[in-house]
C-alpha cells in the first residue's frame, strides 16, 4: 500500500507488521510529518518492499507470520541496495534484551516495546533518519564552502 503526502522529496519509510491497527497508528504518525508510507504484512513481503521501494527507513514488529524480525534484519542487511537501511522494531512480546545481539551490531537499528507511544516513535525515527543522513552525507565527500 502506498499512501503519498505533498512534500518535497518526501522520506520513504517501510512499515511492516501483521496487525493493521499498528500500522494505521504509525502510519498516520508518519504521514502527519510528511513521511511517503509504504507497509507490508509479512516478513517476505517486507523484504520484496525494501529492494522495490529503497526506503530511509523499515520499521518493524518481531514477531510476524514469514519470518521473525531477525530474519528481515538478516535479509535487508546482505542486500546491497538494503544493507545500510536502518531498522526500528517494535515488539510488545519480544523485550530489548532479548534483541541484544542485534542491536550491538549494528548503530542503525532501534527498539520501541507496544504499546506504542507517539512521541516516543516520532523521536526514534527521527534518531535513526538523522543517522542516516549523516553517514549519506559523509559518503558524498567534503563539504564545499563558498
Known amino acids: 500500500m502506498l499512501y503519498y503526502v505533498l512534500m518535497a522529496d518526501p522520506e520513504k519509510i517501510l512499515v ?26 509479512d516478513a517476505v513481503q517486507g523484504v520484496m518492499y525494501a529492494r522495490q521501494e529503497r526506503p530511509a527507513l523499515a520499521i518493524c514488529d518481531f514477531e510476524m507470520p514469514g519470518g521473525d524480525g531477525a530474519t528481515i534484519y538478516d535479509s535487508l542487511r546482505k542486500l546491497p541496495e538494503t544493507a545500510a537501511v536502518p531498522v526500528l522494531f517494535v515488539s510488545g512480546s519480544v523485550p530489548a534484551s532479548a534483541l ?7 548503530k542503525r537499528t532501534g527498539f520501541l516495546g507496544k504499546p506504542l507511544r507517539l512521541k516516543a516513535l516520532l523521536e526514534a525515527v527521527e534518531l535513526l533518519l538523522a543517522g542516516k543522513r549523516l553517514n549519506d552525507r559523509a559518503q558524498e565527500g567534503p563539504l564545499e564552502l563558498d
Open 16 to 41: 511492516i507488521d501483521d496487525n493493521r491497527e499498528h500500522v494505521e497508528f504509525i502510519r498516520t504518525a508518519l504521514l502527519s510529518k510528511g513521511f511517503l508510507v509504504v507497509s507490508a504484512v
Open 100 to 106: 541484544s545481539a542485534i542491536l550491538k551490531r549494528d
